[in-house]
């Protein structure tokens, strides 16, 4: 009997549609990346803006925060892949080598001095951090990469694309090991459940499929959406949250595929699109990001529940 999500508090801050999110591992604070070409970072508890951040010149379409919560990644439309020291609040380093807009980014759960960042000239570039070099260019997809991570202990990286694979590919030396051809449209979201050795994938045509980790076996289809995914998040306890272009926030059983509730974006029409979603590090809150220029945050009701 899943608990209902509520909405409890909406942020306004930033001038743009909100494409990105990002919680530090200390669970003090979260990120948020803009189309009005700035970084803010919030105070979880409280929801108030601690600082902005600029030095983008177009929109930013992704936002990471390191495991030891004093640097930021971010990469936009400008092409830059930036590295941010969240103490002075200044870029240390920029990433170059992408010839389009970055798209998304990933930093390893547990080598995290390896950056991932997939872009619409569809590649994916492997970074250290440490050396600020470029390692690797994975290069094999026919159209933007979307979506990027990376398996905890082992050096395997997933990439989806809107020419509507997923690839796997083996780190040490660049290459692809496997490529998944099931669905039939852009896949524009992924999400990987560390707790259940598999993930989750959603393409345009409202297709949401699970495979195994890390040999990826195709396990089951979800049930149908009506609209586009642009982005997915699990918490510990399998429930998935999925953002689409309407402005819905659906939620999930990810054992059984099960989708318990569907909310609306409150405020929002059904014009307005959810870019960017993500738990706390204790999965009880949840973050998304709107069209509409606002951050709204989300909690179970400890009353309610779907049959009531």
């Known amino acids: 009997m899943e608990r209902r999500w509520k909405n409890y508090r909406v942020i306004s801050g930033h001038s743009g549609w909100v494409r990105s999110v990002a919680v530090d591992a200390t669970n003090t604070w979260f990120c948020t990346g803009s189309a009005d070409c700035s970084i803010k970072i919030w105070d979880l508890a409280s929801g108030r803006l601690k600082v902005t951040l600029t030095g983008h010149v177009e929109q930013i379409r992704g936002v990471v925060a ?9 990469a936009g439309d400008d092409r830059q892949v930036q590295c941010w020291d969240v103490e002075q609040n200044k870029v240390i380093h920029s990433f170059h080598g992408h010839l389009s807009g970055v798209y998304c980014l990933s930093l390893h759960p547990t080598m995290d001095h390896l950056l991932f960042t997939g ?23 026919e159209n933007t990469v979307s979506s990027v991570f990376t398996l905890p202990q082992q050096l ?19 290459k692809t090991m496997e490529t998944l051809t099931h669905h039939n449209r852009s896949v524009r979201a992924m999400v990987q459940n560390y ?13 949401i499929k699970k495979f195994n980790l890390p040999n990826p076996q195709f396990l089951h289809n979800m049930q149908h959406t009506t609209t586009i995914i642009n982005a997915m998040a699990v918490n510990h306890e399998g429930v998935m949250a999925t953002g689409g272009d309407n402005g819905s926030l659906w939620f999930w059983d990810w054992t059984s595929g099960h989708n318990f509730q569907q909310a609306q974006t ?3 029409s059904q014009s307005e699109a959810i870019y960017a979603l993500t738990y706390d590090v ?8 709107d069209s509409n220029k606002t951050i709204k945050m989300w909690k179970q009701d400890e009353i309610a529940t779907t049959e009531t």
């Open 66 to 74: 390191n495991n030891n919560s004093n640097m930021i990644f971010s």
């Open 119 to 141: 872009s619409r000239d569809c590649a994916c570039r492997v970074w250290d951090i440490r050396t600020k070099t470029h390692i690797h260019l994975l290069s094999g997809h």
């Open 156 to 174: 395997l990286v997933v990439t989806a694309s809107h020419d509507s694979t997923i690839k796997l590919w083996d780190i040490r030396y660049g």
């Open 195 to 207: 707790y259940y050795s598999s993930f989750a994938s959603a393409s345009t045509d409202g297709n």
């Open 266 to 268: 409150m405020g929002s």
């Open 282 to 289: 204790t999965g009880t809150t949840l973050i998304t990001c």
